[in-house]
């Protein structure tokens, strides 16, 4: 973690910000007109909505006004923008769209400005962010050395280190197979913790964490624009975020985020001795 935050990354949080209100609050719009599943991906319930794709647009639409040089990878449009600066903007349009079809109220909208990194799961290490909720104005954010702020006020983990006291966050992927993996390690936590919260957006869920509404956070099978943004608010705020016990660096294989004794053991108790058929 750097000393002080760069100016580039005071003026990217600024940027990430100013763009994740401005499309988490149309996403908010169009989901009071009514929302329709407009295609699946991986699986019949891993579904996209034409608010995901408008909100996507409008993000890249805002970058492309304040940072043109700059490359971004969305969720829904893949590599989108290849430009020809060191940074890559890393965008959930809706994170939590499956809470955001049903109308549940926890949604994010996740914007990260990352920058090369190899040491990185994705190869990607963000140095300023924002996960903004549309449903209650709460705005998270982060710039790389500056730490992690809940509108504007630092936020911090809480720094428990009793699992049996701890409320632990977590989600699941879309595949049967993956799913049944999950369901595995869920069912072997549950009598070790306070409880467990499915709250159905890893990038709220990270932001829980870094804010004290969660004691700890795993996940396994997140994608890049899942977790960019989160990530840095969650480590910026002061929380570990962990890995596979193998060493390997937190990702789609295994992400845990908490106060560190206590991640330390989550992540024990999450690994897997061998990467199941299907995981990156
Ligand atoms: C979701 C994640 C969540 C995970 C879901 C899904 P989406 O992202 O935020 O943590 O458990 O399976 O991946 O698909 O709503 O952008």
Not at 59 to 76: Q, T
Not at 180 to 208: K, M, N, T, W
């Amino acid at each position: 973690m750097s000393a002080s935050p760069t100016p580039l990354a005071q003026a990217l949080r600024a940027i990430a910000i100013e763009i994740a209100v401005e499309a988490g609050n149309l996403a908010k719009d169009l989901r009071g007109r009514g929302v329709r599943v407009a295609a699946t991906k991986s699986t019949q319930t891993d579904v996209v909505t034409e608010a995901d794709r408008a909100t996507e647009r409008t993000l890249i639409g805002l970058l492309a006004d304040r940072r043109p040089d700059d490359s971004v990878l969305g969720e829904e449009g893949g590599l989108s923008v290849t430009g020809s600066s060191e940074i890559t903007w890393v965008l959930d349009p809706i994170d939590g769209t499956v809470n955001y079809l049903y109308d549940l109220p926890i949604y994010a909208v996740s914007v990260a400005a990352t920058v090369a990194d190899p040491s990185c799961a994705d190869g990607r290490r963000a140095i300023a962010g924002c996960v903004y909720i549309p449903t209650t104005g709460e705005v998270f954010a982060a710039a790389q050395g500056g730490g992690a702020t809940l509108n504007g006020e630092r936020i911090r983990p809480n720094r428990l280190e009793d699992l049996g006291q701890a409320l632990v966050g977590t989600g699941f992927g879309y595949s049967r197979e993956r799913r049944a993996e999950q369901a595995g390690i869920a069912a072997a936590l549950l009598p070790r913790v306070r409880d467990l919260r499915r709250l159905g957006s890893a990038a709220y869920d990270l932001c829980a964490v870094a804010a004290g509404r969660l004691d700890a956070y795993y996940e396994r099978g997140l994608q890049p624009w899942d977790y960019a943004a989160g990530f840095l608010i969650a480590a910026e705020s002061g929380a570990a975020v962990l890995g596979h016990r193998d060493g390997s660096a937190p990702g789609e294989w295994l992400a845990v985020v908490a106060h560190r004794p206590l991640a330390e053991q989550l992540r024990v108790l999450t690994s897997q001795e061998a990467a199941p058929e299907g995981w990156d």
